[in-house]
């Protein structure tokens, strides 16, 4: 830990540091000397305005004369003078949360190399629990709104709420990894990977317990549905085993970089397809009986996509598929086959060169590539377990 503080100044992490704060600079004097248009236009519009909507149970907020209203009909908002935020993203968002987790990337790789940690595959395995934990503290600030903010009151609601909670885990995370470093460099331990494996495993028990506790308990809307989740954990097994296997056949070179750590990548990604389906389509089914028909979300408590990229995937299938298909399967299971088709076309991408000449960047991006699809799968997952 001294070494990185004696090289910060003079070394890459420290002008990586000092261009990052320019930046973040530059987005604050525009968001002072130019409040409608930097601020309320852009930052709030895209990135913050979204947050406190969904913060606030709103289904839109608006931005007045300098002040945040919240809106709770849809007739409202759509009558309501720009800029309006809606819970959840926008192709402008994603995009803008794409930029920060590169250069989010780009400054861990460097603080990595500086802690002489990150190079190796194990290193990976250790950070698994945490993409889960991300879920299952959005669960339970899901489970906290029904119950009136009680546990998590606004604003602190906030840093629970995608995606500002990607940046509440990666810090959780990141003072894991500092802690378990110290602790090696103490002796107390041999081995940092283990102290941040474990960490994660015992955040996990803490907050899926906690959700366990209420759907048992019966505590506010939370039950427990155990055919959900046997059901959407049996549907990304299948769909995991599948794609690995069936690539390994017939496409070995896609695993020549990753080896068996692809097998978690494909599962995150198959996790949120199979996830999307259970919730949008088959939740009605499993916990109501019925079919398995595209429902209202207001319907037996299916949910809705948020995702754009989701909701226009959706939208393709309804338009396009034939009535037997929708009526027998739903519309969100070609969700699920573009989440495998994306996540093998990720691993094809990682080649043995990557992890021999940048391997701290080529974990980082491993790292990243499983993130964004075992956080957001978990979530849905455990929502629809927990009916919240």
């Known amino acids: 830990m001294s070494r990185l503080a004696d090289r910060l100044g003079t070394s890459t992490l420290g002008a990586y540091l000092l261009a990052v704060g320019a930046g973040v600079l530059a987005l604050v004097l525009g968001s002072l000397l130019f409040p409608r ?16 909507a969904d913060a606030n149970n ?35 968002s994603e995009a803008g949360y794409v930029i920060v987790l590169l250069v989010a990337l780009s400054g861990l790789v460097l603080l990595l190399r500086e802690l002489d940690l990150g190079s190796r595959i194990d290193f990976f ?7 889960l934990f991300g879920g ?9 709104n029904a119950l009136g903010d009680t546990l998590f009151p606004y604003p602190w609601d906030t840093l629970l709420i995608s995606p500002i909670i990607y940046f509440t885990v990666f810090f959780i995370t990141l003072a894991t990894i500092l802690v378990a470093v110290a602790l090696v460099q103490r002796d107390v331990v041999s081995d940092h990977n283990r102290v941040v494996l474990w960490t994660g495993i015992g955040l996990n028990v803490l907050t899926v317990g906690a959700l366990f506790v209420l759907g048992l308990g019966g505590v506010g809307p939370a039950t427990f549905h155990p055919q959900v989740l046997l059901v959407a954990l049996g549907l990304t097994a299948v769909s995991t085993a599948v794609a690995w296997y069936g690539t390994k056949r017939y496409a070995p070179w896609v695993h020549h970089g990753t080896g068996t750590a692809g097998v978690v990548v494909i599962a995150a990604h198959a996790l949120d397809g199979a996830a999307n389906v259970i919730g949008l389509n088959w939740m009605s089914a499993l916990v109501y009986g019925g079919g398995f028909a595209p429902r209202p979300p207001s319907v037996n408590g299916n949910l809705i996509p948020k995702h754009p990229v989701n909701a226009g995937i959706v939208n393709f299938a309804q338009a396009n598929f034939p009535d037997v298909v929708l009526a027998t399967l739903g ?13 093998v076309a990720v691993l094809a991408i990682f080649e043995e060169e990557m992890f021999e000449e ?3 960047y080529a974990i980082m991006l491993l790292i990243a590539v499983t993130a964004v699809g075992m956080g957001p799968g978990s979530r849905d997952l455990l929502r629809a377990t927990f009916g919240v």
């Not at 248009?37 to 406190?52: A, E, K, L, N, S």
């Not at 395995?125 to 993409?131: D, G, R, S, T």
């Not at 969700?335 to 996540?343: G, N, P, Q, S």
């Open 358 to 360: 940048s391997p701290r």
């Open 58 to 92: 709103a289904v839109c907020a608006v931005r007045e004369a300098g002040e945040t209203v919240y809106l709770g009909s849809a007739s409202a908002c759509g009558s309501a003078a720009e800029p309006v935020a809606y819970p959840g993203y926008t192709l402008v």
């Open 331 to 343: 519309d969100a299971w070609p969700f699920l086959i573009v989440k495998l088709v994306a996540a």
């Open 125 to 131: 395995y250790a950070l698994v629990p945490f993409f």
């Open 37 to 52: 248009t930097v601020y309320d236009g852009f930052v709030w519009h895209y990135f913050w305005g979204p947050v406190q």
């Open 136 to 144: 299952a503290l959005r669960v339970l600030e899901d489970a906290d």
